[in-house]
């Protein structure tokens, strides 16, 4: 399965946890310290938005590395969806959810927006081939591929949660 293909399902593995939603349910949190359904999603649209200008950033050949992957999907997919409840940390403040949504369509035409735009540029690069790394704030040095694989873990880790909040909400 090619990368536009696993981010497409991953997209539609997303919207299909909240299809059931209405904005009233979206929003309902179980209690102060917890997140809402919309707040997820405005942290993966957040989350979404840093790779995207991840992937845009030029190569420079002070920050390569001798390979295209340092964690890869494997190890990324172990770290944030199957250990998602040893691997857990506060988000970070710029990609907190601050109410940036109010519906689930307002979040959900964000998050195709900039899905679309991570889409076009897989299609135009070659993200694969290249071994530059960029920092990500917890886990280290990353090629753009990792990033890409973040990206869908994240979101995979996202929908567990979302699950969760739909139990005790609905």
């Known amino acids: 399965m090619t990368l536009i293909e696993k981010i497409n399902r991953n997209t539609a593995a997303l919207f299909e946890s909240i299809s059931a939603l209405n904005d009233e349910k979206?929003?309902?949190?179980?209690?102060?310290?917890?997140?809402?359904?919309i707040e997820c999603l405005e942290h993966i649209f957040l989350v979404d938005v840093g790779i995207s200008k991840t992937l845009t950033v030029e190569a420079s050949s002070e920050i390569t590395n001798e390979k295209s992957e340092l964690f890869g999907e494997s190890k990324l997919n172990y770290l944030l969806v199957d250990k998602r409840d040893d691997f857990k940390v506060?988000?970070?403040d710029f990609v907190s959810p601050?109410?940036?949504?109010?519906?689930?369509s307002e979040a959900?035409?964000?998050i195709e927006i900039i899905i679309d735009k991570i889409l076009a540029h897989i299609k135009t690069n070659a993200i694969e081939n290249e071994k530059q790394t960029i920092k990500h704030p917890?886990?280290?040095e990353m090629t753009k591929l990792d990033?890409?694989?973040?990206l869908i873990a994240h979101t995979q880790r996202h929908?567990?949660?979302?699950?969760?909040?739909?139990?005790?909400?609905?």
């Not at 979206?26 to 359904?37: E, I």
């Not at 601050?98 to 689930?104: N, S, Y």
């Not at 990033?147 to 973040?150: N, Q």
Request: glycine content about 4%; charged content about 30%.
């Open 90 to 92: 506060p988000a970070p």
């Open 159 to 170: 929908i567990k949660q979302i699950e969760e909040i739909k139990k005790n909400v609905c």
């Open 26 to 37: 979206a929003n309902a949190k179980t209690d102060a310290k917890s997140w809402s359904v």
């Open 108 to 110: 959900k035409k964000s």
């Open 138 to 140: 917890r886990l280290g």
């Open 147 to 150: 990033w890409i694989h973040f």
């Open 98 to 104: 601050v109410g940036r949504f109010k519906t689930l």
